[in-house]
T-cell receptor, first 113, second 113 residues
């Protein structure tokens, strides 16, 4: 799986957009970009994934650069409940084997009043 | 759709006892994965079940076992509990095996005394 680099922490004011960057310069053609988050003491939560086109769902938007070497997760109107550690992961969508999930160190997003 | 449910949510056991945890996946999801999460080790993959078959297993001793039923519900069992087994046990479901989009339940917090 391609390696990813994320800033260790970010702050965001409530109501503002939170833009979380991820670098994945060694991504290969069949690898998707996935984002998960984990709120303290809760299980991880799948947010969104994409291959090369920008994606949007009810939780967030994912912007992937044209060369696919980096991406940005956007939470359009951050709330206090979005305070969590956000993980960017790059890997093939269907490995044909186990669905083993592994996290790096992620970005700790703190949303403040 | 209802999310992934896990029972019980909290459990206190003593060393040497055994425990069985239950997981009901999202309706229509056929893959169930189990994870152990501790502050020191982070998220660690235990095993995945698909179509009542174990697809892959993480690096855990044989005291950890699981099974899946024909309705995709899954159970995991830990025998001869040790203090180090105290953790949050998470179940995640996915439509098919090998898919990286996994939906987690709230977890069962097991305390071994």
């Amino acid at each position: 799986d391609a390696k990813t680099t994320q800033p260790p922490s970010m702050d965001c004011a409530e109501g503002r957009a939170a833009n979380l960057p991820c670098n994945h310069s060694t991504i290969s053609g069949n690898e998707y970009v996935y984002w998960y988050r984990q709120i303290h003491s809760q299980g991880p939560q799948y947010i969104i994934h994409g291959l090369k086109n920008n994606e949007t769902n009810e939780m967030a938007s994912l912007i992937i650069t044209e060369d696919r070497k980096s991406s940005t997760l956007i939470l359009p109107h951050a709330t206090l409940r979005d305070t969590a550690v956000y993980y960017c992961i790059v890997r093939p969508r269907n490995t044909g084997t186990a669905s083993k999930l592994t996290f790096g160190t992620g970005t700790r997003l703190q949303v403040t009043l | 759709k209802a999310g992934v449910t896990q029972t019980p949510r909290y459990l206190i056991k003593t060393r040497g006892q055994q425990v069985t945890l239950s997981c009901s996946p999202i309706s229509g999801h056929r893959s169930v994965s189990w994870y152990q999460q501790t502050p020191g080790q982070g998220l660690q993959f235990l095993f995945e079940y698909f179509s009542e078959t174990q697809r892959n297993k993480g690096n855990f001793p044989g005291r950890f076992s699981g099974r899946q039923f024909s309705n995709s519900r899954s159970e995991m069992n830990v025998s001869t509990l040790e203090l180090g087994d105290s953790a949050l046990y998470l179940c995640a479901s996915s439509p098919e095996t090998g898919f990286y989009e996994q939906y987690f339940g709230p977890g069962t917090r097991l305390t071994v005394t």
